[in-house]
């Protein structure tokens, strides 16, 4: 599962037993949403950062337990004709997202780049097509960056789909062996 705090989309993937840290989260009270694609979509009520704590934080959020769709994955957004570019240091991102069976409202549409922290909330611009960018991390490391586009409705309802882009502008580009890891 991805877990995304706030609008400004600091973000992790949770690791094999649903563990998870996000930096740089923005001072004062953020939600947080679990999304996972074939579950709902879990909206978490808040955690909220003091600015004057002048030491890391960390807050156990308890075990978080997110409904699995089942038979009614039709009912989910349905996400197609995803697509990114880079140029420079921006990535953009488009993507068609329809209703599901559900027939429900699509309330939410975001890209994140996997990984990095950092994403957008895609905009519907016409009809079911909805864009937005997402500025590339000075540290980002290719040779290939992972976006995540997800889509939530109504009925909290999750559908996801990823795009790989090569990207070759990172300062630690390059192919990677177990032998050079070794």
């Known amino acids: 599962a991805i ?3 706030g609008q400004n989309s600091p973000h992790a993937v949770t690791d094999h037993e649903g563990k998870f840290t996000i930096t740089d989260v923005p001072i004062g009270s953020q939600p947080i949403n679990v999304i996972a694609g074939g579950f709902y979509t879990l909206n978490q009520t808040s955690v909220s950062v003091d600015v004057s704590s002048t030491t890391a934080t960390t807050t156990d959020l308890g075990n978080i337990q ?13 996400i197609e004709n995803v697509n990114a570019v880079i140029s420079g240091n921006i990535i953009s991102v488009s993507a ?4 599901g069976a559900g027939n429900d409202e699509v309330t939410d549409a975001r890209a994140e780049l996997l990984y990095y922290n950092t994403g957008c909330v895609l ?19 290719g040779p290939n960056l992972t976006i995540v586009i997800f889509a939530v409705d109504e009925q909290n309802m999750t559908a996801n789909e990823s795009v790989t882009v ?13 032998d050079t890891i070794a």
């Open 96 to 99: 068609t997202i329809t209703k």
């Open 3 to 5: 877990v995304v705090l």
């Open 66 to 78: 997110v409904k699995e769709v089942g038979e009614g994955l039709d009912n989910a957004p349905h």
């Open 166 to 178: 090569s990207y070759s502008g990172g300062s630690n580009t390059g192919s990677f062996t177990l």
């Open 123 to 141: 905009t519907n611009t016409n009809g079911n097509q909805y864009s937005g960018t997402i500025t590339i991390p000075a540290n980002a490391v």
